[in-house]
């Protein structure tokens, strides 16, 4: 992982957390307050417009604080002053979820098993701004179960996603990146959307790792290019040195002595280059094995091409 990549997210995301908590914290505040004008009031449909204020106000303090208690407890406040118990129910129940032991919320459980499940109208249609924050959630729920489903993809694909020589395995890793990079992006937009009313750090920080390992497979990728790109070479320079072993078996002057021996040179210089090339990929630790047989093949056709031009040089002097 990126340590200061990691670093400036934390950075922003804590600022960030901290602008959203005072939001937050202002709605709560108009929420309790909005609640406690409707108990004062004895005119329902004053009592009923105060409960909405304060309905909206938790909900909105809710798109700022998706895993805080306190905005689920007011909206189970509204729910039980309303008469509307089982919702109210749902959102305590959510409260214990985020805290076990939170006091308020097991004093409210209790309080409502002493009184009716009656239901009333007042709320049967939820507020359109928590209808969206509720929209909201869903989209976050479903950006979580993309993200550990992309890290199960990505923890069973790695020890099968090492460098490589075969071209097979290259192309169905190449793949399996191609389609990885379009989900991961595609999982980042939406974070991003989400972003705009939900704290999203918890996806961001398990997003990181993704980018690293992507990262780390891309350059995999790349070296196993070079090695397959090396092995083609090797096999390239066989084939090139057999054909040029014929054609002089065939026609022994098809080449005067200084463009044999440049030739040699030139088979010399690449045999030089190929050695090098394998001794680097050596130091990283990949397998080699099927280059360093492949160069060793190269090496003896190219010393039984020196020893027929050493014979050929002879009988022409």
Do not use: W
């Not at 980042?188 to 990262?215: A, H």
């Not at 092995?231 to 390239?236: G, K, R």
Request: glycine content about 2%; charged content about 25%.
């Amino acid at each position: 992982m990126d340590i200061s990549q990691l670093a400036t997210l934390k950075t922003a995301q804590s600022q960030q957390r901290n602008s959203r908590e005072q939001v937050a914290h202002k709605y709560l505040q108009l929420g309790y307050e909005s609640l406690a004008q409707a108990g004062l009031s004895s005119d329902f449909e004053t009592q009923k417009s105060h409960l909405l204020k304060s309905f909206d106000s938790f909900s909105m303090a809710l798109r700022q604080q998706r895993q805080a208690s306190e905005p689920y407890l007011g909206l189970a406040c509204v729910m039980m002053v309303s008469d509307h118990f089982e919702r109210a129910q749902a959102y305590l129940d959510k409260v214990l979820s985020l805290e076990p032991e939170h006091p308020e919320a097991l004093a409210l459980i209790t309080r409502l098993d002493s009184v009716s499940n009656e239901i009333t109208e007042d709320f049967e249609d939820e507020p359109e701004d928590f209808a969206a924050a509720e929209e909201f959630e869903a989209q976050y729920d479903q950006a979580l179960k993309s993200l550990q489903i992309l890290t199960q993809s990505l923890q069973m694909a790695i020890p099968r996603l090492g460098v490589t020589i075969d071209p097979r395995n290259y192309a169905q890793t190449q793949k399996f990146v191609a389609n990885y990079q379009q989900k991961l992006e595609s999982l980042k937009q939406q974070v991003q959307r989400i972003e705009l009313e939900l704290d999203t750090q918890e996806l961001q920080v398990q997003i990181l790792p993704l980018d690293s390992s992507l990262k780390a497979i891309v350059n995999y990728l790349n070296d196993s290019k070079q090695l397959i790109q090396l092995n083609q070479m090797i096999l390239s320079q066989i084939e090139s040195c057999e054909a040029l072993m014929e054609s002089l078996k065939a026609e022994p002057d098809s080449l005067s002595p200084t463009d044999l021996n440049s030739q040699l040179e030139t088979y010399l210089d690449q045999s030089d280059r190929i050695a090098d090339q394998i001794d680097q990929f050596e130091v990283k630790g990949y397998p080699i094995s099927e280059l360093v047989s492949a160069y060793e093949s190269f090496v003896k056709k190219f010393d039984h091409l020196e020893e027929l031009a050493e014979d050929l040089l002879a009988a022409s002097q």
